[in-house]
């Protein structure tokens, strides 16, 4: 089945204490993205990834860090969470381009973190 | 820069009435357009796109989506709603050649039995 794996699907932890949130695709897409969802702001871009070894912010990329060592992996870091990251994520993936190539993204079902 | 805006937090209509939920948007250059739709629990489903051509699109489970360039608006229509329809509606645009994608805030829609 095709599909994209977010692991944990709800993480609780403390300000300060590095963690990595996993995603993997199966369907060998090129394009790899990371949002948070928010009340009221909708889904926010936070990293993308056009290919192995290539990455670049979004929109809101500031305490975040991603790698793209294998293209069916774009793991989040999170080197020091703080509190306003918490949020629920969601990674997704795209074939060639991704959405400026007008491919639709599918997504993971979501991690949801509480930093305390 | 790009923006979507969805002026309608909640939509409630009684089943079996058409649907509508509201996108309008703000590109330079040629609109990509998309509506996804989100079910609690889950990630955001692909529901259809606008790309060039036609302005009526078809999508999933019976949507349909009107693209109106002069208004700048590709609201989400459904003929006859269902309580399964009940959910959280995304629309989205990028344009071409672009790598990121702007998401709408989001519009609950609640279809009352």
């Known amino acids: 089945e095709a599909q994209v794996t977010q692991n944990p699907r709800y993480l609780i932890t403390v300000t300060g204490k590095k963690l990595t949130v996993t995603c993997s695709q199966n369907?060998?897409?090129?394009?790899m993205s990371w949002y948070r969802q928010d009340p009221g702001l909708g889904l926010r871009q936070i990293y993308y990834?056009?290919?192995?070894?290539?990455?670049d912010k979004g929109d809101v990329p500031e305490g975040y860090k991603v790698s793209r060592k294998e293209k069916r992996n774009f793991p989040l870091i999170l080197e020091s969470p703080s509190p306003n990251q918490t949020s629920l994520y969601f990674c997704?993936?795209?074939?060639?381009?991704?959405?400026?190539?007008?491919?639709?993204?599918?997504f993971g079902d979501g991690t949801r973190l509480s930093i305390l | 820069a790009q923006s979507v805006a969805q002026p309608e937090d909640q939509v409630n209509v009684a089943e079996g009435n058409p649907l509508t939920v509201k996108c309008t948007y703000s590109?330079?250059?040629?609109?990509?357009l998309f509506w996804y739709v989100q079910y609690p629990n889950r990630g955001l489903q692909f529901l259809l796109k606008?790309?060039?051509?036609?302005?009526l699109v078809k999508g999933s489970y019976g949507f349909e989506a009107e693209f109106n360039k002069s208004q700048t608006s590709f609201h989400l229509k459904k003929p006859s709603a269902l309580v399964s329809d009940s959910a959280l509606y995304f629309c989205?645009?990028?344009?071409?050649?672009?790598?990121?994608?702007?998401f709408g805030t989001g519009t609950r829609l609640t279809v009352i039995p």
């Open positions: 369907m060998n897409h090129e394009y």
């Open positions: 590109v330079s250059g040629n609109p990509y």
């Open positions: 606008y790309i060039t051509g036609d302005n």
């Open positions: 990834s056009m290919n192995v070894e290539v990455t």
């Open positions: 997704a993936s795209s074939l060639g381009r991704g959405p400026g190539s007008n491919q639709p993204q599918h």
């Open positions: 989205a645009v990028t344009e071409t050649g672009a790598n990121n994608l702007f």
